[in-house]
């Protein structure tokens, strides 16, 4: 009792927002220590006064450093007592007196007393700095904010708060569960405070309910001023400068989604640990995977020592979570750096965490550096399964990731460009739903399967939308939004061809003015669509038979945003181009048709999969796709025509492909569904091959390999097929 007593009032603090929170901690710790009072009553010790350990306020908003206040300004201390004028320990001495005195108390009058001198000097040591939050604000664009405003706020100075802690030396350890909700107006917090059932309503009733409730002035205020204080604090996280680890740039473009709190309190963390600090947080994915976590990975690679990452699907772990929801627990000493991440990812029970050395696999930081050079996520590779499966999964990573990003400009060889044609909602306005009425369709991701481009050999829904051509309706073709938006990206490219200055409008239609006398018009874009074109679905999971799947669509097809297109042309301009009418010389086939089809059969390859199975949630992001990597097979490969003949017989069926059979000297197709299996393992093995990995790899991915119930193609009949023909080509090399 004597030990754990001790250790609760010198070893643990903590803090809440919510002061319901605060108090039934501590009556918890309180309680702890009563049950374990034995029957002795000798040996029963005074219950320790923790009213200064448990504390209630915002965490996010408030100082972690040690802060001077003189005539010159504020300055960062680094350590307790140092700087100039009045050292820190003298400004915040008197709290430290106080507390102390509240400690050491032995009656409850005197606790009282100290109690609130205590409570006092912090509330008048607060209010200086409560100041310097509210420029902060201020800095951030809020200039509406009050001092009363900045009070309500509840913000937690730290260095003042703990001004025992900081004393000697600040914290040791740190851990936590922050939440991990995204800051944003709920209404189902709100509104369940007046209507005890509105979480649990469906979204039609919480409408009318909302209504209702909203006809109450005083709830209307309510509401009014809660939308009004999220969006207080978001604007304060985002743009008061406090904190820099949260809006990372991706792909050249700065990500700028809603705060996500746990990121925001794994930034605090940085600030709170000392450089001899240990750490141990349960935090989401989205800061081991997500696009946002960006920056805060590469701080704790490069700043941290990471101990571990234990990654879980939760699957009953905790019971009012979705079963597929996925966080982690992250352990580190802040400072130092990270050359091997240490960690296994996606497991199912707790009980890896028995023995973590054993159930983690090390990932090398070359690793990880070209996993995701664009957003800097950590693999998903479990280690659960043994040390030798874990160590062969990432064998087999990093001979995948040996090869360059499906996007990266190497000489003169082909690259894909990813493109979102159509917004699936924002143009929905150029769709119509019956055939009827339109003149061709518009493809979703349900509308192709691997090398399908319709239902001939699978269950593939049909077209949902359709559109007219520019001629009939401009105002409803879909076509003419495409070509409204493609002149843009013409304009831009001739304005960057031709070193373009000042108005990129005026530039170019001068350009063309002088070359062929009239100025640049939507009758120069050459639409993607005239094209055989690679598209690929949008939405997948690791979990799916297929995650990536592929296929080449004939021209006239265009796509809403569910299903992400393959540019076919790319812009490159020289100046005799430019007397034609319309502009055509300018646009360049990416491709050669033997290419096309080379790049779709590595997309829909097993090893591929194997790779976007690692980086996928429910959606394939646009740079995930375009960062992975895959052999860059050219003519002088002996797998190029191999993989592209048999991507080639087994996507261009129909009439609509009988141009590009012809393109390709007269192509046979392969209609026989038995026959397109084993075409189609033929290519799986051909993969593996032009992958540089061997049998035992092959075999391993080929087991790892997620079995669906109830496959289209994926049989065991099927990874049985791969595996002999993966020796066939082993033994034969790549024929006809």
Same mark, same amino acid.
Not at 204 to 233: F, I, P, S
Not at 258 to 276: D, K, M, P, T, Y
Not at 573 to 597: G, I, K
């Given at each position: 009792? $004597?030990?754990?007593?001790?250790?609760?009032?010198?070893?643990?603090?903590?803090?809440?927002?919510?002061?319901?929170?605060?108090?039934?901690?501590?009556?918890?710790?309180?309680?702890?220590?009563?049950?374990? #009072?034995?029957?002795?009553?000798?040996?029963?010790?005074?219950?320790?006064?923790?009213?200064?350990?448990?504390?209630?306020?915002?965490?996010?908003?408030?100082?972690?450093?040690?802060?001077?206040?003189?005539?010159?300004?504020?300055?960062?201390?680094?350590?307790?007592?140092?700087?100039?004028?009045?050292?820190?320990?003298?400004? $915040?001495?008197?709290? #430290?007196?106080?507390?102390?005195?509240?400690?050491?108390?032995?009656?409850?009058?005197?606790?009282?007393?100290?109690?609130?001198?205590?409570?006092?000097?912090?509330?008048?040591?607060?209010?200086?700095?409560?100041?310097?939050?509210?420029?902060?604000?201020?800095?951030?664009?809020?200039?509406?904010?009050?001092?009363?405003?900045?009070?309500? =706020?509840?913000?937690?100075?730290?260095?003042?708060?703990?001004?025992?802690?900081?004393?000697?030396?600040?914290?040791?350890?740190?851990?936590?569960?922050?939440?991990?909700?995204?800051?944003?107006?709920?209404?189902?917090?709100? /509104?369940?405070?007046?209507?005890?059932?509105?979480?649990?309503?469906?979204?039609?009733?919480?409408?009318?309910?909302?209504?209702?409730?909203?006809?109450?002035?005083?709830?209307?205020?309510?509401? +009014?001023?809660?939308?009004? +204080?999220?969006?207080?604090? *978001?604007?304060?996280?985002?743009?008061?400068?406090?904190?820099?680890?949260?809006?990372?740039?991706?792909?050249?473009?700065?990500?700028?989604?809603?705060?996500?709190?746990?990121?925001?309190?794994?930034?605090?963390?940085?600030?709170?640990?000392?450089?001899?600090?240990?750490?141990?947080?349960?935090?989401?994915?989205?800061?081991?995977?997500?696009?946002?976590?960006?920056?805060?990975?590469?701080?704790? !690679?490069?700043?941290?020592?990471?101990?571990?990452?234990?990654?879980?699907?939760?699957?009953? #772990?905790?019971?009012? =979570?979705?079963?597929?929801?996925?966080?982690?627990?992250?352990?580190?000493?802040?400072?130092?750096?990270?050359?091997?991440?240490?960690?296994?990812?996606?497991?199912?029970?707790?009980?890896?965490?028995?023995?973590?050395?054993?159930?983690?696999?090390?990932?090398?930081?070359?690793?990880?550096?070209?996993?995701?050079?664009?957003?800097?996520?950590?693999?998903? =590779?479990?280690?659960?399964?043994?040390?030798?499966?874990?160590?062969?999964?990432?064998?087999?990573?990093?001979? #995948?990731?040996?090869?360059?990003?499906?996007?990266?400009?190497?000489?003169?060889?082909?690259?894909?460009?990813?493109?979102?044609?159509?917004?699936?909602? $924002?143009?929905?306005?150029?769709?119509?739903?019956?055939?009827?009425?339109?003149?061709?369709?518009?493809?979703?991701?349900?509308?192709?399967?691997?090398?399908?481009?319709?239902?001939?050999?699978?269950?593939?829904?049909?077209?949902?939308?359709?559109?007219?051509?520019?001629?009939?309706?401009?105002?409803?073709?879909?076509?003419?939004?495409?070509?409204?938006?493609?002149?843009?990206?013409?304009?831009?490219?001739?304005?960057?061809?031709?070193?373009?200055?000042?108005?990129?409008?005026?530039?170019?239609?001068?350009?063309?003015?002088?070359?062929?006398?009239?100025?640049?018009?939507?009758?120069?874009?050459? !639409?993607?669509?005239?094209?055989?074109?690679?598209?690929?679905?949008?939405?997948?999971?690791?979990?799916?038979?297929?995650?990536?799947?592929?296929?080449?669509?004939?021209?006239?097809?265009?796509?809403?945003?569910?299903?992400?297109?393959?540019?076919?042309?790319?812009?490159?301009?020289?100046?005799? *181009?430019?007397?034609?009418?319309?502009?055509?010389?300018?646009? +360049?086939?990416?491709?050669?048709?033997?290419?096309?089809?080379?790049? !779709?059969?590595?997309?829909?390859?097993?090893?591929?999969?194997?790779?976007?199975?690692?980086?996928?949630?429910?959606?394939?992001?646009?740079?995930? /796709?375009?960062?992975?990597?895959?052999?860059?097979?050219?003519?002088?490969?002996?797998?190029?025509?191999? =993989?592209?003949?048999?991507?080639?017989?087994?996507?261009?069926?129909?009439?609509?492909?009988?141009?590009?059979?012809?393109?390709?000297?007269?192509?046979?197709?392969?209609?026989?569904?038995?026959?397109?299996?084993?075409?189609?393992? +033929?290519?799986?093995?051909?993969?593996?091959? *032009?992958?540089?990995?061997?049998?035992?790899?092959?075999?391993?991915?080929?087991?790892?390999?997620?079995?669906?119930?109830?496959?289209?193609?994926?049989?065991?009949?099927?990874?049985?097929?791969?595996?002999?023909?993966?020796?066939?080509?082993?033994?034969?090399?790549?024929?006809?």
């Amino acid at each position: 009792l $004597y030990a754990k007593r001790t250790i609760i009032l010198n070893n643990l603090y903590g803090v809440d927002i919510d002061e319901g929170a605060v108090e039934i901690c501590k009556l918890r710790l309180w309680l702890s220590m009563v049950a374990d #009072i034995e029957d002795e009553p000798s040996e029963v010790e005074p219950l320790p006064n923790i009213d200064f350990n448990i504390r209630q306020g915002n965490s996010l908003i408030g100082f972690t450093e040690l802060i001077e206040t003189n005539q010159d300004g504020d300055a960062s201390l680094t350590n307790w007592g140092g700087g100039t004028g009045n050292g820190v320990k003298e400004l $915040y001495q008197d709290v #430290i007196d106080a507390i102390e005195r509240h400690r050491n108390a032995i009656s409850a009058s005197e606790a009282t007393t100290a109690r609130n001198l205590a409570e006092s000097r912090i509330e008048s040591h607060s209010e200086i700095l409560k100041q310097k939050i509210l420029k902060q604000f201020h800095d951030a664009g809020r200039e509406d904010m009050s001092l009363d405003d900045v009070r309500k =706020i509840h913000p937690f100075h730290w260095v003042l708060e703990f001004a025992l802690v900081y004393k000697n030396g600040g914290f040791d350890v740190i851990i936590g569960n922050p939440p991990w909700e995204v800051l944003r107006t709920n209404r189902d917090d709100y /509104f369940s405070k007046y209507d005890e059932q509105f979480r649990f309503r469906m979204p039609e009733e919480k409408d009318e309910m909302q209504e209702r409730l909203l006809e109450d002035e005083e709830v209307a205020e309510g509401w +009014e001023a809660y939308q009004e +204080e999220m969006q207080t604090r *978001a604007d304060y996280f985002n743009d008061s400068g406090i904190y820099t680890l949260q809006s990372p740039t991706i792909d050249g473009k700065k990500n700028t989604a809603e705060n996500e709190l746990s990121a925001l309190f794994l930034e605090r963390v940085f600030e709170l640990a000392g450089e001899e600090s240990h750490v141990s947080l349960i935090l989401p994915n989205v800061i081991f995977a997500g696009s946002s976590g960006k920056d805060l990975r590469l701080n704790l !690679l490069n700043k941290t020592t990471v101990d571990s990452i234990v990654h879980f699907e939760n699957h009953g #772990i905790f019971d009012q =979570i979705h079963a597929q929801y996925r966080f982690g627990i992250l352990s580190f000493k802040n400072s130092g750096s990270t050359e091997d991440l240490r960690g296994t990812f996606d497991e199912r029970s707790l009980s890896v965490l028995n023995d973590i050395e054993a159930n983690t696999v090390n990932l090398p930081r070359k690793v990880l550096n070209r996993y995701s050079p664009k957003a800097a996520m950590f693999p998903q =590779i479990s280690a659960s399964s043994g040390e030798s499966d874990a160590e062969m999964r990432v064998n087999v990573l990093e001979k #995948i990731l040996s090869h360059p990003p499906i996007e990266d400009p190497i000489d003169a060889k082909w690259r894909a460009i990813t493109h979102r044609e159509l917004d699936r909602t $924002y143009d929905s306005d150029r769709f119509v739903e019956t055939r009827q009425n339109g003149s061709y369709p518009v493809y979703g991701g349900k509308n192709v399967y691997q090398f399908a481009h319709d239902d001939s050999f699978y269950d593939i829904a049909p077209p949902e939308f359709w559109s007219v051509e520019p001629e009939v309706d401009p105002e409803l073709s879909a076509k003419q939004r495409i070509l409204d938006k493609e002149i843009r990206n013409l304009k831009t490219s001739l304005y960057n061809e031709f070193d373009g200055t000042g108005s990129q409008k005026g530039f170019v239609n001068d350009l063309l003015e002088e070359h062929r006398g009239e100025p640049l018009s939507t009758d120069d874009v050459l !639409l993607d669509c005239t094209e055989y074109r690679i598209v690929f679905r949008d939405i997948a999971a690791a979990t799916n038979e297929r995650t990536l799947v592929a296929a080449v669509i004939p021209p006239s097809i265009v796509c809403h945003s569910k299903l992400r297109t393959i540019r076919p042309f790319k812009i490159s301009a020289n100046e005799d *181009a430019l007397s034609e009418t319309p502009l055509r010389s300018v646009y +360049e086939s990416v491709f050669t048709a033997e290419e096309l089809f080379a790049l !779709l059969g590595l997309l829909n390859s097993i090893p591929f999969d194997s790779l976007m199975r690692t980086k996928v949630d429910t959606t394939i992001l646009d740079y995930k /796709f375009r960062e992975s990597q895959l052999p860059r097979l050219t003519e002088e490969n002996n797998w190029f025509h191999y =993989i592209s003949q048999r991507a080639a017989q087994l996507n261009c069926y129909g009439e609509a492909f009988e141009e590009m059979r012809n393109r390709l000297g007269g192509l046979e197709p392969v209609v026989d569904e038995s026959k397109r299996r084993e075409v189609q393992t +033929e290519l799986d093995a051909a993969a593996f091959h *032009a992958y540089g990995l061997n049998r035992r790899e092959m075999k391993f991915v080929l087991n790892d390999f997620h079995r669906v119930e109830n496959p289209r193609v994926m049989t065991e009949e099927y990874f049985d097929m791969v595996f002999e023909k993966f020796d066939q080509l082993k033994e034969e090399g790549p024929k006809p």
